[in-house]
């Protein structure tokens, strides 16, 4: 859903808010946070603390959370909801063959995300067996303006759908190099859109670089991203942008044929 179509259906008759302010305070958790208060789940939510309050103790009586001087984690149970998604939807499982082959080749990390929201949302990830600083997995999710599939993602909106992603987006600093002038964010983002790929340098995490390409459905929409990622250490952006480039845009047309090919796919 867009963030238009997102703002006029919260304005409808069918919109429940209680729904949302539950999955908002499921969403505050994080490997960061995996125990919060019901203060800091307030703060983070910017609900009151009242309804953060009367919130956990739900999720707590129907199994979801449970609670320990005063502090709350989520149980394992969470797990399901995650798996709701898995087992319904065998899109990205399509994907993993590809995946593990260009993981093969290059003997770096390769992921799948989607734009949800104003973050890049991981649906499919193969790891190297090389340790990286950075932890991430199916459900993480990474400030788009900051990764290399977020340009991606972001640079194939149409123009209004852009113009509400720049009004909505909070710019952090995570280093020396993140962008965080709108102005600069929309001249890169044009960059990638002319060249068909995206590649960023360290903006999220010292050390870490990354390169993307889009997936599309059969009629050319980019529906996904997926990418290289690499500790800058040991890969320099000329050996993502030479040799590991090629091989992504080639995985990526194989996943986006076989996408296409699969007429139960929700992005086809």
Known sequence: MSIKESDNF????????????GLQVIQAFSQQDRSLTVSAVAKKTGLSR??????????????????????YSLTARTLSLGYA???????????HPFMREFVAKTEESCS??????TDVLYVARVSTKRIMS???????????????????????????????????????????????DKEQLRQTLAEVRERGWGGVDQQFEEGLRSIAVPLRN????VIAAINCSAHAGRTSK??????????LKDSAEKISQAIAATDTSPYV
């Open 238 to 247: 000329e050996l993502l942008r030479e040799e590991f480039l090629p091989i």
């Open 218 to 221: 059969k009629s050319g929409k």
């Open 112 to 117: 799948i995300s989607i734009l949800d929201g």
């Open 50 to 71: 009242p309804t953060a309050r009367r919130i956990l103790l739900t999720l707590e009586h129907l199994g979801f959370a449970e609670s320990e001087n005063s502090a």
């Open 134 to 180: 950075i932890n991430l997995d199916v459900g993480s999710r990474l400030p788009a303006y900051a990764t290399s599939m977020g340009h991606v993602l972001l640079a194939y909106l149409p123009e209004e759908e852009l113009e509400r992603y720049m009004d909505a987006i909070d710019f952090e600093q995570f280093t020396s190099k993140t962008i965080t």
């Open 85 to 95: 998604y898995l087992s319904s939807n065998n899109t990205w499982s399509l994907a």
């Open 10 to 21: 919260k304005n409808s008759g069918d919109y429940i808010q209680s729904l949302d302010r």
